[in-house]
């Protein structure tokens, strides 16, 4: 079916759902491949799981890299993909993706549309999306006074902050409001249910400093009730580890929970899928839907093994298989980056035009 473009709508050959560290890879093999890619991803910067769950936590089993934490393994992707200067757009959920009478693919986020004739699905075991705070009539003021993850700085400064979480994100909101400058807060109370965070060394102590000069204000405790007033967000009810009760004023309130998987709409998408995972040709990391491609933790095949370096393992097979779906008329010889000027000038190593080996 075709479905109505917007005038903004980005026409690719390639687009990338998930910006993990297969993404990434998946990426680098396109790019190798003479393909550019558009990325997106639901969060608000690359990482997936790496950055979510285990950023500062050691990784032993990537090739050739001893060790690494999650954050220094998507940084070495980062400067790996950098030669192919892949778009990036972040903060947004794919929930369309439908097939055109070209053959090519229109895929539909809230914010953009892509017209693309690949897509590779590296979505990991899902979208992260914030964890919700449930408090009996929280959900009215979502997008007004209450926001997950970030908010915009119109309803920050000046204003009575109250952030509750404990992760990365928490401690480096409450970092960036705080400080001097046009876009500090009026105060900014960061609330845990126990004194540990889990951030960066540096962030920490940055958040210690904040703490001592009385500009960030820490409680232990879990947010269980709030109260409004004409209409308005007034403050927020902590329950402090004594059972005791304490109310807390403020104008907005942001939720850094941390984030957790949902498949979301991918099973909507007419794919074929087993055990909530989509179904591949080994060969190809073809999907059911010619065009469409599926790598690393959303897949499944037999003896599929959730590790990164599988999946960088079907991410070079896949993008070898868009390369001859794009070009079917192309040699498909191998080459290879210690060998192959051409390789070498699309990663920038060669600027120099010469013959291919």
Not at 326 to 339: D, F, H
Request: aromatic residues 8%; hydrophobic residues 45%.
């Amino acid at each position: 079916m075709n479905t109505q473009l917007n005038t903004t709508c980005i026409q690719t050959d390639a687009l990338v759902i998930g910006a993990g560290p297969v993404g990434l890879f998946q990426v680098f093999q396109l790019g190798l491949q003479g393909i550019h890619a558009h990325v997106i991803d639901v969060l608000s910067e690359p990482g997936g799981q790496c950055i979510e769950l285990y950023p500062d936590k050691p990784i032993f089993d990537i090739p050739g890299i001893p060790r690494c934490t999650g954050r220094e393994l998507i940084q070495l992707l980062l400067q790996q993909v950098a030669p192919f200067k892949p778009a990036f757009h972040f903060n947004q959920q794919v929930y369309e993706v439908c097939a055109q009478e070209d053959g090519r693919w229109l895929v539909t986020t809230p914010q953009q549309q892509f017209l693309t004739r690949t897509v590779f699905i590296a979505a990991g075991v899902g979208a992260f999306v914030a964890k919700e705070l449930k408090i009996e009539g929280l959900a009215a003021f979502l997008g007004k006074q209450f926001f997950y993850r970030t908010a915009p700085t119109s309803v920050t400064a000046g204003k009575a902050v109250l952030i509750a979480g404990g992760d990365d994100a928490a401690v480096a909101n409450a970092i960036a409001i705080a400080e001097d400058g046009p876009n500090q807060a009026q105060s900014v109370t960061l609330i845990h249910r126990r004194d540990v965070l889990q951030a960066s060394t540096t962030a920490l102590a940055q958040l210690a400093e904040l703490r001592e000069a009385g500009k960030v204000n820490f409680l232990a405790g879990q947010l269980v009730g709030i109260d409004v007033e004409g209409g308005h967000l007034k403050s927020a009810t902590l329950q402090t580890p004594d059972d005791q009760s304490v109310q807390l004023p403020l104008d907005t309130l942001l939720v850094c929970m941390g984030v957790g998987p949902k498949l979301g709409p991918v099973a909507q998408w007419n794919l074929a899928m087993e055990r909530k995972q989509l179904t591949v040709d080994t060969a190809t990391f073809a999907t059911s839907a010619s065009g469409i491609y599926a790598v690393g933790d959303i897949n499944t095949y037999r003896g599929k093994k959730k590790l990164i370096v599988c999946g960088f393992h079907e991410a070079t097979l896949s993008a070898f298989a868009a390369a001859s779906y794009l070009n079917p008329q192309a040699s498909g010889v191998l080459q290879y980056t210690t060998s192959s000027a051409l390789l070498q000038q699309r990663l920038g190593v060669l600027t120099s035009p010469e013959k291919s080996v």
